[in-house]
């Protein structure tokens, strides 16, 4: 099997599944898997899907600049800058970008505070994580309505530890070295955005300062 | 294959899919499919059937008045003179009516006010709002026993833009030029009312005045 | 097909379905459906099965008395003489009894008034209530380690309008004249609470009296 | 089938059904069956796998120390000493490690009691007790990295009647005699994790002292 089928099976077993958990919904969401590095080619959704039918038109090649490397009428994602800005500053092999309720809470809460730390958690130890005192931080950006600068403010808070990024009322974008770690990623940290948020329903965050940041807005 | 067999198709692959959500709760809710324009066919669901079966009696032709469009012993839904009238007042294609536990909750939460407006969110694009202070309405009208009058509140409340409305606690209908729009709007809302309750819960609304309107009852 | 194959098939149809809800957690649960009046007889639940499965042993038919009518190393539900105590009062044809986290929620809440009542909800025509000012009325009983003693309680409170009660932390038990009509009470009912329950952690119970009963304790 | 063969699938069915259910976000988890008493042996899962697939490496047999019984390029999970711990001082036959949300917000809310007691509630049936003034308590650990300690913690806390342990913000470890009530005990628990995570966001447990410990933190 050609490297290019592998890959598109792999990303289109991942959309399968996060799609089972109504992680796109009304067509939101997209997804990407590296195919070479160098020329830089990657897999991305094609634009305005419905993530929940699996198709011979889900993805579709495209190169460093974003410009589709065959003839296709498919448009990438509108999104597809912001994969390509991870690509070229981290060492992803795979990017993953949903919405969930509660990550757009998240996202939302902990806006002016720029991102949000979890320690004490055993389930950060899906980030390779196995430090009694390790912490795993997710910064959180502005949204805009211009996708060149949201990728621009997407690279800009990026450092050599992050591995998901938090864009405001936009959902989260998560990376691995593969489909299987991106998955990892973004299936870790949805627990633990879930788990804060009934922590904060519980009114449980500022009463416990070692346990994690309290929601300062 | 005949137009009315992929309007057919189109529908009861939408209802397997709510239905799959538990979006039909108790026998409620109804969809229909426009399949011609003149002279005007809809499909519309069969009063009284569970949803989650597939079978070739879910749904029946009707004409402009409702009326079924071959011999039959199948009623149409009691609430179908609501999508005849919505389909008299915009361009829907395809119109769906879904109870879920948000939905009504909202409903009921900002019944008094006779709308909720979101702003800020990315999941508008989803109504092909791009624009950066772009927002989205859904109107609100009361219940009522009678259907006739239920159907003239709903069509009293529409305006070019409008997509939904929600029934005080009598979940949200929801249009879109085919299945595939009319759904995509449907999953669109239902994220962004979770999302508002959950902010609600956490007692955010009233402090980010910014963000969207705060319940006022 | 025999009447009793009819009836072994409908009952483990719906055990599939409730079971695909997890509403039958750590083998609790029961159900059962009339296989015939006069002589009585009906299939139950055989004690103690994970009913996520789907076997030839799943159910076995018992007398008016409760006694199975062929020889089976099976026991019946231990609560079989709740379901034949219903039977004897009601015209039910089938009987559902399962635990979801939010029916036991309302039964805790709701124990010390006796009933919970829903007024103004479209999901009561679940009931073949569609007058405007309808209103439905679930009692509420204590929970007794002695079954006979609690079969006699559910018992006492079913009305001519019964369709449903709820045992404090022990679940519904909720019956109609067939499968088909137990499933759509049941889905009404589960829908209602999880509804009230969102009302009254957003704090909007006691603020808005034209619209459900208050929680009282 | 050999004993062994029947061991593999018991498990692998399990993991199936609790995979379906995102009981192991981000490869978490872990989940091993008793093959043999003496030499005792045990199944156990290996570690770092996605365990939604079902593949022929997903599980490996290890002796009371550990150590793989064959020749293998896997290892055993992590946590496999905490597994033997258990084997040792109980008559456990499957022990069973997930995180959900709502055990882990339990394991944090309790964890300064250093145990969670539930009484009153039926579905404490599923651990055999069936007095009206029965209980069940599960004792709360502190996490370590150490996981050698971890495990002599979890030793520590069990007594006769423990048939769980939770770790605080590192999930729920439960066992049984075999795979079917391992299972069972697991889905009771959730359930009531749930139910008295619900009791206490609307406020209830400390107005409603006979039902179950307050939270005290």
């Known amino acids: 099997m050609s490297n290019l089928l592998k890959r598109w099976n792999e990303l289109a077993e991942i959309k399968d599944e996060l799609a ?13 898997i590296k195919v070479s590095d160098s020329p830089f080619s990657c897999l991305v959704t094609a634009s ?10 889900d993805f579709l090649l495209v190169g460093a600049d974003g410009t589709p490397l065959e003839e296709t009428p498919l448009k990438p994602s509108a999104e597809t800058g912001i994969h390509l800005e991870i690509y ?7 990017i993953l970008h949903v919405h969930t309720v509660d990550n757009n809470v998240i996202s939302a809460l902990y806006a002016e505070q720029g991102e949000i730390t979890f320690r004490g958690q055993e389930l950060i130890k899906a980030f390779g994580i196995w ?6 931080t997710v910064p959180i950006v502005e949204n805009h309505a211009d996708l ?14 992050t591995k998901a990024v938090l864009i405001r009322n ?18 870790a940290l949805e627990f633990l955005f879930s788990y804060q948020l009934k922590m904060a329903i519980l009114g449980r965050l500022s009463s416990d300062p070692e346990f994690m940041k309290t929601i300062h807005a």
Not at 170 to 187: D, P, Q, R
């Open 20 to 32: 089972a958990r109504d992680w796109f919904p009304g067509t939101s969401g997209n997804l990407s």
């Open 48 to 57: 305005g899907k419905d993530k929940r039918k699996r198709t011979d038109e």
């Open 88 to 94: 070229r500053l981290t060492d992803a092999g795979c």
């Open 131 to 136: 430090e009694e005192d390790g912490e795993l």
């Open 148 to 161: 060149k600068r949201l990728a621009k403010e997407v690279g800009r808070v990026i450092t050599p530890q």
């Open 170 to 187: 936009h959902g989260i974008t998560v990376w691995g070295e593969n489909g299987f770690a991106a998955k990892k990623h973004l299936e």
